[in-house]
T-cell receptor
């Protein structure tokens, strides 16, 4: 099935560093969602984006809906150890096929 | 994830056994979803229910059945479990199918088929 290209696959950073990850698609989306999954738990919604060009923050997290509607970016500033987890992007297209399309995730490790 | 509750959290089955995974939500969600998550494969949609009384196939429906018992509950059944169905299963709910309705997930059921 259709999937999003999410990169990087994994990151290992030092505490305090900023983090950037992104998702791209060949299709246009109307909604971009960013989730975080910690071990043993389900994905938790971090940020939802609904308009091209939209820039939304949630604490140290900032996400943007790309102007072409084919990409999205998530930035984490001043990372801390509890940022560890897998970050997923998901997109929802227009039309009748209203199923979320998921990226394969970016695994983030933070060295204290 | 208190709004979406999955039971059991863990289960081990033998090949050929049947099993029903339960999901209940108290967030007044209209639509509900079942996913499986496997290493390197991300989240794959098995079945979904747009509203009470309706169910539709997702990306990987073979070997599964679902029942939308009422607005709160959406169960996933494996009639004859196979080792390929070893996975982590997630249930999710959303207010609707439209583009401004993000999905909220339960904590998962970890299922091993021997």
């Amino acid at each position: 099935g259709q999937q999003l290209n999410q990169s990087p696959q994994s990151m290992f950073i030092q505490e305090g560093e900023d983090v950037s990850m992104n998702c791209t698609s060949s299709s246009i989306f109307n909604t971009w969602l960013w989730y975080k999954q910690e071990p043993g738990e389900g994905p938790v919604l971090l940020i939802a984006l609904y308009k091209a060009g939209e820039l939304t923050s949630n604490g140290r997290l900032t996400a943007q809906f790309g102007i072409t509607r084919k990409d999205s970016f998530l930035n984490i500033s001043a990372s801390i150890p509890s940022d560890v987890g897998i970050y997923f992007c998901a997109g929802l297209g227009a039309g009748n096929n209203r199923k979320l399309i998921w990226g394969l995730g970016t695994s983030l490790a933070v060295n204290p | 994830n208190a709004g979406v509750t999955q039971t059991p959290k863990f289960q081990v089955l033998k090949t050929g056994q049947s099993m029903t995974l339960q999901c209940a939500q108290d967030m007044n969600h209209n639509s509900m979803y079942w996913y499986r998550q496997d290493p390197g494969m991300g989240l794959r949609l098995i079945y979904y229910s747009a509203s009470e009384g309706t169910t539709d196939k997702g990306e990987v429906p073979n070997g599964y059945n679902v029942s939308r018992l009422n607005k709160r509950e959406f169960s996933l059944r494996l009639e004859s479990a196979a080792p390929s169905q070893t996975s982590v299963y997630f249930c999710a709910g959303a207010r609707g199918l439209s583009s401004n309705q993000p999905q909220h997930f339960g904590d998962g059921t970890r299922l091993s088929i021997l």
